[in-house]
């Protein structure tokens, strides 16, 4: 669900989210702003010195001192774009004049580490196509005395048209959009989808304006035309433009597109063609952009190992009399391939446990991916399943049927409320140890848990153990006494035979 007029409120298309923050504000831009009541279940609003900052949204917060994963959960459309943009700016609000760093995550994925700053926001960006009905942003602690927080957080849906040439199975991780021959920020409403373009760094090329107000036409990825009016040329038709812009991710594969128009109307003796290349890779392309109508190029580009930085270079061809002109970029890295996340039957397992424990029910996101909740074990398989649950003093009154989460091998379940084991949970075939210690539980454990030799705490329950019943002999020995009896008169019988004809013998010899 696309808005012609962009950032109005909707359930699927727009949100921006002032975390922290009262909402139902207008911004200078006039992007209206939500509360994030209802998409975050805990931490603390803060708010920032009005006199380090006094920007509206920027000047709130929420911070999350405890647990070590803490999650918005968004609204979406099942494998629709969006894009995710999350705002962060410290501002000193602790006193501590400590900028916490911290990993940003989206659903089950790691996206960017996030380096706060004390007097500067910082922004980070995504495009991700949704899995399910909702996407989730966590931040994750990896600092223990680092408290993770966040400032704003925006979702945005994308044309389906957009981004074409992004894998189903990848996001895209924003390094650089850019906007040439400006000194001026672009974004909403010049951008409908949200979209910032920053003004490019200085360079050694001249600034160039449009003679036209807007494009006649434009591409699927549609950058605005406040970007696309202005421009950058090399100052001689055989010079080349050189730009090279530095990457946070080495070793991953990057995503450019580079937008192009002429800016004005060429007479039949000008013309300007150039060849495009990224750090020597020759795109096989020979452009002469076309007035008024956007051209694009885009592509993946593959980094030798090592590289830190890219350089475009955009190079006269022969036949060119007119220098090289480029009006915007963007640059993303290339996520790693997307994750499944955590089997869906545990994860719906996890949540009727959750549901009847008020200490568990403030967690949320994936609790597998990318790092496993902390009273949770998970495997390496694809999808991810839950091998044991950590839950003692957890004020667990009652335990829905988990019987689906099979991989499951240690449930540690001591000092709860608990009055019964269901049934289900003996059950459960890769169970190896149980640890139910006090617990008001009565009832027996059946003999299979014995059997299987599964390790067994009921210290402080009334649970008693079934023994498993031994197996009977009596058949056994009943037989072999019989048969030793046979054998034994078979024996006497035998003897008795020897006697008799000994005597017959002796008889024999005496008539003789």
Not at 346 to 375: A, K, N
């Amino acid at each position: 669900m696309i808005f012609n007029q962009a950032y109005s409120q909707s359930e699927y298309g727009y949100l921006n989210v002032d975390c922290g923050g009262d909402g139902g504000s207008i911004d200078d831009n006039n992007i209206r702003w939500s509360a994030d009541y209802g998409f975050a279940k805990q931490g603390y609003k803060k708010t920032i010195d009005k006199s380090i900052n006094d920007n509206y949204p920027m000047k709130t917060l929420r911070e999350f001192p405890y647990m070590n994963k803490n999650c918005y959960i968004l609204p979406a459309f099942i494998q629709q774009k969006y894009l995710l943009r999350a705002g962060f700016f410290y501002g000193n609000y602790d006193g501590l004049s400590r900028p916490p760093i911290f990993d940003l995550q989206f659903d089950a994925n790691s996206w960017t580490t996030v380096f706060t700053s004390n007097d500067q926001p910082v922004f980070y960006e995504a495009v991700i196509i949704a899995k399910w009905h909702n996407i989730s942003v966590c931040l994750q602690r990896t600092r223990q005395d680092d408290v993770p927080f966040i400032s704003t957080l925006q979702i945005m849906q994308l044309l389906p048209g957009m981004y074409t040439n992004m894998k189903n199975d990848h996001a895209l991780f924003k390094e650089y959009r850019l906007n040439f021959g400006s000194n001026q920020t672009v974004s909403y409403p010049d951008d409908k989808y949200g979209r910032i373009w920053e003004p490019a760094p200085k360079n050694n090329y001249k600034d160039i304006t449009a003679d036209f107000q807007t494009l006649l036409s434009t591409v699927n990825d549609d950058p605005p035309n406040a970007a696309m009016r202005t421009a950058i040329q090399s100052e001689s038709p055989s010079d080349p433009i050189l730009l090279s812009f530095n990457l946070t991710e080495f070793a991953r594969p990057l995503y450019i597109a580079l937008y192009f128009t002429e800016v004005s109307k060429l007479n039949p003796r000008q013309n300007r063609t150039f060849d495009i290349y990224i750090s020597g890779q020759d795109f096989n392309l020979q452009l002469s952009p076309v007035y008024q109508k956007c051209n694009e190029v885009h592509g993946y580009v593959v980094p030798t190992p090592g590289m830190s930085k890219i350089i475009l270079s955009l190079v006269p061809s022969e036949n060119s009399n007119m220098p090289p002109i480029l009006n915007a970029m963007e640059l993303f890295t290339v996520s790693e391939t997307v994750s499944s996340g955590t089997a869906p039957q545990d994860v719906f397992g996890l949540g009727l446990i959750t549901h009847f424990s008020s200490r568990l029910s403030q967690w949320s996101g994936d609790p597998c991916l990318p790092v496993p909740f902390d009273w949770i074990a998970c495997n390496q398989d694809n999808p991810s399943r839950i091998t044991a649950l950590y839950l003692a003093n957890s004020d667990i009154l009652f335990i829905s049927n988990i019987s689906d989460m099979q991989a499951l091998q240690i449930i540690d379940l001591q000092n709860n409320s608990l009055l019964s084991v269901p049934s289900f949970i003996w059950d459960l075939p890769n169970l190896k140890s149980i640890n139910l210690a006090y617990n008001d539980i009565r009832g027996t454990v059946p003999e299979s848990i014995v059997e299987r030799e599964v390790s067994l705490n009921i210290t402080g329950t009334n649970l008693i153990v079934i023994e498993p019943k031994k197996k009977s002999h009596k058949g056994l020995i009943i037989g072999l006494s019989v048969a030793a009896g046979i054998a034994l008169i078979g024996i006497a019988a035998f003897v008795f035979i020897c006697i008799c004809r000994n005597g017959e013998r002796k008889f024999l010899r005496q008539r003789n």
